[in-house]
């Protein structure tokens, strides 16, 4: 996490550390600023920061097409339920 003295004067590496979490808006609103402020001047920053970008968007997209069935998922909850209940009382 970065410092408040820190987020005005990002470099790379730091940029790029973030990078994944400021796609998935993960990052504080001040953090966020300085490093889309980063991102405006570093052209090498910009093209990572795209690249997550797809990444992360293509990896959602593709656990979203592979979600199991419902009625799957329904027998797994039911096979679990005993457990979670001996779990709670022990
Ligand atoms: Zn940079």
């Given at each position: 996490m970065l410092t408040p003295e820190s987020v005005d004067d990002l470099h790379c590496d730091a940029v790029r550390a973030?990078?994944?979490a400021?796609?998935?808006d993960a990052l504080s609103t001040?953090?966020?600023v300085a490093i889309e402020a980063h991102l405006h001047r570093c052209v090498r920053?910009?093209?990572r920061y795209l690249s997550d970008a797809v990444f992360l968007r293509?990896?959602?997209n593709a656990v979203a097409l592979d979600s199991a069935p419902q009625s799957l998922r329904d027998r797994v909850a039911h096979i679990l339920?005993?457990?979670a209940?001996?779990?709670a009382s022990a």
């Amino acid at each position: 996490m970065l410092t408040p003295e820190s987020v005005d004067d990002l470099h790379c590496d730091a940029v790029r550390a973030l990078s994944f979490a400021a796609c998935d808006d993960a990052l504080s609103t001040r953090e966020f600023v300085a490093i889309e402020a980063h991102l405006h001047r570093c052209v090498r920053c910009r093209n990572r920061y795209l690249s997550d970008a797809v990444f992360l968007r293509a990896t959602r997209n593709a656990v979203a097409l592979d979600s199991a069935p419902q009625s799957l998922r329904d027998r797994v909850a039911h096979i679990l339920q005993p457990r979670a209940a001996e779990n709670a009382s022990a």
